[in-house]
């Protein structure tokens, strides 16, 4: 660990992964409450502003483009700035056409900042070492989330959504002007194809992100609204849990890391998704607030295991195309995001089990797929 300390890039991914996720968990703290209590909006919103959040990670491959013009670390600095602007003025706008044009805005710099934070880590850090650098970062956004929530919980005394929209995003703005006079490159990586790429050798990596991304976004999208609708959770009902979550990930996080270099991405990705499917069946059924809010932070603890996507692609991957892959690989993650959102939406009309079944069908078909995964990197106890 010391030596990824070490690499100036580490400290400029933190710092700016801090940024990202702090703009990100209070958005999503406040999001289901002002869309239902302030902005009076239903279910089928909630779906359709999911899919709208995704389309930035739908054409994120086309960030490769801007790396014709713009260093790669910049445009990290650049997406972070985006993400700021479009959580400071969320507030200002409680309308459905509103909240599609903020959504878009912050997800833009969300999304392009993923990308170049993956393609980052993959290029300046070695194999051995991105497992455990990838579940630092998370634990590192997990401690960050925990911070933001109980700001959430103390400030929702005296602050409203729509000004704590803007400290939050004004925060991320400020941050991302003094990391634009940073340069962390000391070393020399290998020249990354500026272009999308696409090879046959990658396909289980294009299929697993694929499910990964249609699975995720069903329980992001449906997760939280049913802890509001059904059960009638608060704003700071939704601080605690968060802040309970990302207590919980903070120490889990790590521990994922450790598992995926011990036992190897097959089976470490098999026991994700067993525990998922089981977690989506609960999730239809629960009746319990308690129970619910087990699931949800279960959900969060076994996800954390699909950092084995990212080390497997790595190890297969030939050197110049870890950049273009990484942001393809964002685009297809999202491919079903944009579209699962908005039918799930309509599903949950008939009835809001349907989606939550729909995730643990996409979970099987995950494990299915991960047993073809093929690397001689692990030995089994």
């Known amino acids: 660990m010391q030596k990824i300390k070490n690499n100036p890039m580490y400290s ?7 940024c990202s996720t702090a703009g990100l968990q209070a958005w999503v703290i406040l999001f289901d409450n002002f869309l239902v209590n302030t902005a009076g909006l239903e279910g089928y919103h909630a779906g359709f502003l999911q899919s709208v959040r995704e389309i930035p990670g739908f054409i994120a491959m086309f960030a490769v483009f801007a790396l014709l013009f713009i ?15 479009g959580i400071f003025i969320t507030g200002l706008f409680p309308t459905f056409t509103g909240l599609v044009v903020t959504t878009l805005v912050s997800s833009l710099g969300f999304h392009y900042f993923e990308t170049v934070r993956q393609s980052l880590s993959l290029q300046y850090f070695d194999k ?18 925990v911070i933001i929530a109980i700001l959430v919980f ?34 020399t990586t290998t020249p990354q194809k500026k272009g999308v790429v696409l090879k046959k050798k990658y396909w289980l990596f294009y299929t697993l992100t694929f499910m990964g991304g249609a699975r995720r976004q069903i329980f992001i999208a449906f997760a939280t609204f049913l802890l509001v609708q059904k059960f009638d959770f608060s704003i700071k ?18 521990v994922a890391g450790r ?17 998922l499917i089981v977690v989506f069946l609960s999730y239809a059924f629960v009746e319990s607030r308690y129970l619910a809010v087990a699931l949800y932070i279960l959900d969060h603890v076994f996800f954390n295991l699909s950092i084995g996507i990212t080390t497997y692609f790595q190890k297969i991957a030939d050197p110049q195309d870890i950049a273009p892959t990484a942001a393809v690989g964002l ?34 078909i995950s494990l299915i797929m991960t047993q073809f995964i093929r690397l001689k990197n692990y030995k089994l106890p």
């Not at 790669?72 to 700035?81: D, F, M, N």
């Not at 497992?131 to 960050?144: C, D, H, K, N």
């Not at 968060?242 to 790590?254: C, D, E, R």
């Open 259 to 275: 598992l995926i270099r011990r036992f190897g991405e097959r089976i470490s990705l098999s026991l994700e998704y067993i525990f």
């Open 12 to 18: 400029y991914l933190i710092i700016l992964s801090v």
């Open 331 to 364: 685009t297809i993650n999202h491919i079903a995001a944009v579209v699962l959102p908005v039918m799930g939406g309509y599903l949950w009309m008939i009835d809001y089990k349907i989606p939550f079944f729909a995730g643990a069908v996409l979970a099987g």
């Open 154 to 187: 103390v400030g929702a005394n005296w602050l409203s959504a729509v000004q704590l929209y803007m400290l939050f995003g004004g925060f991320v703005i400020l941050t991302a002007f003094f990391m634009m006079f940073k340069d962390p490159t000391g070393k």
């Open 237 to 254: 009902e939704i601080s605690l849990l968060f802040l309970l979550n990302n207590t919980v990930n903070y120490f889990s996080a790590p």
């Open 128 to 145: 051995d070492e991105t497992a455990g650098l990838i579940s630092r970062m998370i634990a590192v956004a997990s401690a960050t989330s």
């Open 71 to 85: 260093k790669e670390h910049k445009l990290a600095v650049i997406s972070i700035l985006i993400l700021g602007i």
